[in-house]
Each structure stands twice: as structure tokens, then as C-alpha cells.
């Protein structure tokens, strides 16, 4: 960012620094060094100061003469409440503020105190612009808000910008602003419409200023001329090798010289033909003179106050002189009161008198009634007796009452305990039940882990039933092989004639053939029942007689 001070232009640097330069020719007058960990995001003139939005939220006031820091204050969330941009309303003498945070914060320009906070936004406060009473400020949220600078009340809310606002100004009859998707909107301040857009630029619009009756724009490395009352086009101009982030004028003679500031790290200079050079001090006049009529609405009102105080003073007077008259007349009242109580102390003497004589006369009567004394006497000794004995029971009675109230205490002790051993009981009651509940449930699984073992065993006894019916048909099927063996053996007896010796060759083979059949479709156990074992029936070599089975084993 860059402010003109005088004949001198301070510029903001990407690295945190602030370089004060002369307008004429660009010769550095001074260097403020950065801050650590602060950016100078945006700056005011305000009197004989410098007002300075930083990134970390703080708003840095520096002395135009000595560039010192003369104040720093931060109402602005830190971190990602960076103060955004700054302007100054003379008529109220205040400060406002834009930043990150969403909301807009007024200060006073002379004392620094926190004024008020206007909150309308749902993002970043990136522009704001201010006239002789309304503030108009540019969002992020892609609206632009008309605020009373004096209530902070909310007028207007302006919508069509489909990105973010980052720039205001104001021409003689129209408020311009520009958003990050290239737009430029033109607004009638009066009712709120939008009578024309532009989209020129290719870049987010992040610089617009009224230069007498042209309007200049900045966006991307794009500088645009506009004819503020025809709203025209004059002129498109790329000079900068990187984005274009100010454009200041710069108020010389009869000619402005407006300085451009790209990314580049470039200031260019400017001439373009303007109004005359009294703007500028007219400007200057306005402003001093909308101070004049800020001091002269403060004196306006510190008369009222005064007046309100005389005529104060005045009501308080009046309740005196009625005071004063209700005095006098309690005074008289008072009088007669005195005249009344004179006649009533002569009234009293008389009566005195009166009394004096009836004091002799109970003098008289007293002298005949102590004769009766030593009798009340006798009778006060006898209450004396009896209110002794009366203390006496009395505190038996206290001690009763208190034996009483120990047992009390000891039954609610007992009560406690009572009370506590019901609780562990409850407790223990509800332990038991959440055991009795696992246990049915423990139960319910048991159960059906035994109608499953039930089923289970209906099976096996079915399955066992089928292997006996198949057992005892093998059995059988082994008598008859036991029965075929037999004829086995009978026809080799009959085959031992030499005659009959290919026949027997032939029937050693089937034999053969027969052993090895069952030894493959046997098992040991069933081959126990026909007296022989696997060995036998191996055994190519053995003769029909050598396994022969008899009816003995069996």
C-alpha cells in the first residue's frame, strides 16, 4: 500500500518495511524497519500521524515528523484478524477499521478509545469507503453494506458480485466497486441499484480511485481509464510485469501524478490532466471544517448540557423557596402548639396539687396497712418455696429432655445405618439379579446347547442303526463266503488225482483270485469271523487246505 503525506508518499514493502519517499522524484527520505511478525497492510493520515493496519491485528500510530510509534492497540482477533484497510471520518473524528475477522471496529482518532463495532458481514472486510455520513464496506461475502457512521446501524446491503468485493470509490453521483472475479459494478448510492457493470479486466479488481472525473482501475498487470459520468472506457494500459496493488495520486500545480505499485517491485509514475489544484486544499478546507462543525456540535452540546444543568439548578430553587413556605407555615402551626401546651403546663400545676392531697391521704391509708405486710411477707416466702421446687423439677426436666435427645441421636444413627445397609442390600439385590439374569441366560444357552447334543445324538443312534443293518449284511455275506470257502476246499481234495493236474492248476489260480478279492474288501475284525487273517488271504503260495476253516472255530 502507499499514502501521500505532504510532498512525501510512504509505500509498504512486501518485506514489512515502510520507505518514505519525496513525490517529486522518488528519493528515499526514510526506512521504518519491519516489525517481527507484522505486515503493514494498509495506511491513514490522521493529523500529524500515520495510522497503520498490520497483519497481526494491531493498529500501529506513527508520527509523521520523528516516524516513531507513538500508540499501538489491537481490538482485531490476532493471527487471522488482520487489519485490512483503514479510513478516517473527520466529522466524527474516527477511525474505522476493516479486517479478516468479519467485523468493522471504530476507534477515536484523538484518545484511541474504542467506539463501537459494526457486524454484518460473514467474511473478510476487504474495503471500505466513507462520505459526509454514511460508510459503505466491500466483503469477501460478495456484498457491499451502507452503514450510518454515527449509529452504526445497518441501511443498505448491496448483492450482484458473485466473488469477493476488494475495492471501493466514490464519483460525484455513483459508489464503484470491484470483486476478485474481474467485475465492476456501479451503484446509484440513493436507492441501491446497480446501474452498470464492466468486465474488462481478467484479474481480481483490487485498486479503483476517482481522479477528478475519471476512475481508475487495477487488476492483474492491467491499469483501465473510465469516464466517470459516461461510465466510458477511455484507455487500457499494461506496464507492470506483476500485479497492480495501488494507485495513489499525487496532487501537483494543476496536474495529478498518480504512482502505480506492482509485485514487480516497480513504482511507476503517472500524469493525467485533473480538476484544478484547489480541489485538493478545498478538500483540505472540508475536512477542517467538518472538524469545526464536529467541535462546534460538541460545544452545541456541552451549552445543552449546561443549560439542562441551570434549568436543574432552577427546579432545585423552586423545591427550596417550597420548602421555605412549608417551614413558615410549620412555624405557626408550631405557635399554637405552644399556646396549647402553656395552658396545659397551668392545667398540670393544678392537678399537682390535687395529687398532693391524694398522697397524704394514701400515706394515711399505708400506715393502716402495715399491720398486713408481715402476711404478704409469709405468702412471698411460700412462692419462694414453691418456685424453688418449680426450678427444681425443671431441671429434671431438662435432664429428661436432654437424655431424650441423646437416644434421638442414637436412633438416627441407627436409622443411618439402617438406611446404608438397605442401600448395600439394593445394591447386593441388584448384583443377585444381574447374576440370576446371566444365569437364565446361561440357562436358555445351555438348553440350547443340549436340544442341539439331542439332536445330535437322534442322529448317531440313526446313523448307528443304518451301520448295524450293514454290519449284519456283511455278516451274512461272510457265511456265505465261509460256505463257498468249504466248497472250495472240498474240490481241492477232489482235484488231488494226477489225472486231473491242468484242472488243479486252474483251480489254484481262481483260488488265488477269490483270496485276494476278500483281502481287499475285508477288514481284520470280519476276517476274524472266518478264522483266518489278512496274512492268510496275502499269501499267494498257501494251499486251499492250509486255510481251510473248520466249524470248531467258528
Not at 446509484?188 to 477528478?212: K, R
Request: hydrophobic fraction near 40%.
Amino acid at each position: 500500500c502507499a499514502l501521500v503525506v505532504g510532498d512525501l508518499v510512504w509505500v509498504a514493502g512486501r518485506d514489512g518495511s515502510v520507505t518514505v519517499r519525496k513525490a517529486i522524484d522518488g528519493e528515499v527520505v526514510h526506512i521504518i524497519e519491519r516489525r517481527k511478525g507484522a505486515y503493514v497492510w494498509c495506511m491513514i493520515e490522521v493529523g500529524s500521524s500515520v495510522w497503520a493496519g498490520c497483519s497481526d491485528g494491531f493498529i500501529r500510530v506513527l508520527s509523521t515528523a520523528t516516524y516513531r510509534m507513538e500508540r499501538q492497540f489491537a481490538r482485531h482477533a490476532g493471527g487471522g484478524g488482520g487489519v485490512n484497510v483503514l479510513v478516517y471520518h473527520a466529522a466524527s473524528n474516527a477511525v474505522f477499521s476493516g479486517s479478516n475477522d468479519f467485523e468493522i471496529l471504530a476507534f477515536d482518532a484523538t484518545t484511541f478509545e474504542f467506539l463501537k463495532q459494526l457486524h454484518g458481514h460473514s467474511n473478510q472486510v476487504r474495503a471500505l469507503l466513507l462520505d459526509s455520513h454514511c460508510l459503505y464496506s466491500g466483503s469477501d461475502d460478495g456484498t457491499v453494506i451502507v452503514w450510518d457512521t454515527a449509529s452504526g446501524e445497518k441501511l443498505q446491503q448491496w448483492t450482484g458480485h458473485n466473488r469477493g468485493v476488494h475495492s471501493l470509490c466514490m464519483t460525484e453521483n455513483h459508489v464503484w466497486s470491484g470483486d476478485e472475479e474481474a467485475t465492476i459494478r456501479i451503484w446509484n448510492p440513493a436507492t441501491g441499484d446497480c446501474i452498470g457493470v464492466a468486465e474488462v479486466h481478467t484479474g481480481s479488481v483490487d485498486v479503483l480511485m476517482c481522479v477528478g472525473d475519471k476512475v481508475w482501475s487495477g487488476a492483474g498487470d492491467t491499469i483501465c481509464i473510465w469516464d466517470a459520468a459516461q461510465l466510458k472506457l477511455l484507455g487500457t494500459y499494461t506496464v507492470h510485469g506483476g500485479y497492480v496493488t495501488v494507485i495513489t495520486a499525487l496532487n501537483k500545480i494543476t496536474q495529478y501524478k498518480l504512482w502505480s505499485i506492482g509485485t514487480d517491485r516497480q513504482v511507476r509514475v503517472w500524469q493525467t490532466e485533473c480538476v484544478p489544484d484547489e480541489t485538493a486544499a478545498l478538500q483540505k478546507k472540508l475536512d477542517r471544517l467538518q472538524g469545526v462543525n464536529y467541535e462546534n456540535r460538541q460545544l452545541v452540546e456541552q451549552l445543552s448540557q449546561k443549560d439542562r444543568d441551570i434549568q436543574a439548578l432552577r427546579d432545585q430553587l423552586d423545591e427550596k423557596e417550597e420548602d421555605r413556605a412549608k417551614l413558615i407555615a410549620r412555624l405557626g402551626g408550631l405557635q399554637e402548639q405552644n399556646a396549647q401546651l402553656h395552658g396545659e403546663i397551668q392545667q398540670q400545676e393544678l392537678d399537682k396539687s390535687q395529687l398532693r392531697q391524694q398522697i397524704l391521704a394514701l400515706q394515711e391509708q399505708l400506715a393502716a396497712s402495715e399491720n398486713g405486710k408481715d402476711e404478704v411477707r409469709d405468702e412471698i416466702r411460700s412462692l419462694q418455696i414453691a418456685l424453688g421446687e418449680a426450678k427444681l423439677y425443671n431441671s429434671q426436666l431438662q435432664d429428661q429432655l436432654n437424655t431424650a435427645n441423646e437416644a434421638l441421636a442414637t436412633l438416627n444413627g441407627q436409622l443411618q445405618t439402617v438406611n446404608s445397609s438397605n442401600d448395600d442390600w439394593e445394591s447386593e439385590k441388584i448384583a443377585l439379579q444381574k447374576q440370576l439374569q446371566a444365569a437364565l441366560l446361561e440357562k436358555e444357552e445351555s438348553d440350547a446347547v443340549a436340544k442341539r447334543l439331542q439332536a445330535d445324538v437322534e442322529a448317531m443312534n440313526v446313523k448307528l442303526h443304518e451301520m448295524d443293518v450293514i454290519f449284519k449284511s456283511r455278516l451274512s455275506l461272510i457265511t456265505e463266503v465261509f460256505k463257498l470257502y468249504k466248497r472250495f476246499d472240498l474240490l481241492d481234495k477232489r482235484l488231488r488225482d494226477p489225472r486231473l493236474a491242468e484242472v488243479r492248476q486252474e483251480y489254484q489260480g481262481a483260488v488265488h483270485c477269490f483270496k485276494g478279492v476278500i483281502a481287499t474288501h475285508y477288514s481284520d475284525d470280519e476276517l476274524c469271523h472266518l478264522g483266518s487273517s489278512r496274512h492268510f488271504f496275502h499269501d499267494s503260495s498257501a494251499s486251499p487246505s492250509r486255510g481251510a476253516l473248520s466249524p470248531g472255530k467258528r
